[in-house]
């Protein structure tokens, strides 16, 4: 599978911003589909995923009640909205794919995109 993220940018404290991933390939419905970030210093960490059928989302609870992980099966793609943002929340934010049964420890993985919050 491959992944194309993009949305990021520069946003002020309690701003918004959507993040996009858009999936190509064989069997892209056979992932499960998950952000990530990378803070500066910092390693890469979980933020949310979901799967292409049923209601499965998971949100970390750093950032549950801001985030909200959702996808558009027909476009095959797949968004992250951020509320109320924070300076914590400045990070490389990336797309991942890992097929069911499998971990994200064997994920493919967009491009980052960068957000910075700014205080």
């Known amino acids: 599978v491959q992944l194309q993220a993009c949305g990021g940018g520069l946003v002020q404290t309690g701003g918004f911003l959507r993040l996009t991933c858009a999936a190509s390939g064989r069997a892209v419905s056979m992932y499960v589909m998950g952000w990530f970030r990378q803070a500066p210093g910092k390693e890469r960490e979980f933020v949310a995923s979901?799967?292409?059928?049923?209601?499965?989302?998971y949100v970390v609870d750093s950032v549950k009640g801001r985030f909200a992980i959702s996808r558009d099966n027909a476009k095959k793609m797949v968004y992250l909205q951020m509320n109320v943002l924070k300076p914590e929340d400045t990070a490389v934010y990336y797309c991942?794919?890992?097929?069911?049964?499998?971990?994200?420890?064997?994920?493919?993985w967009g491009q980052g995109t960068q957000i910075t919050v700014s205080s």
């Open positions: 991942a794919a890992h097929f069911y049964g499998n971990t994200w420890s064997g994920a493919s």
């Open positions: 979901t799967r292409w059928s049923g209601d499965s989302k």
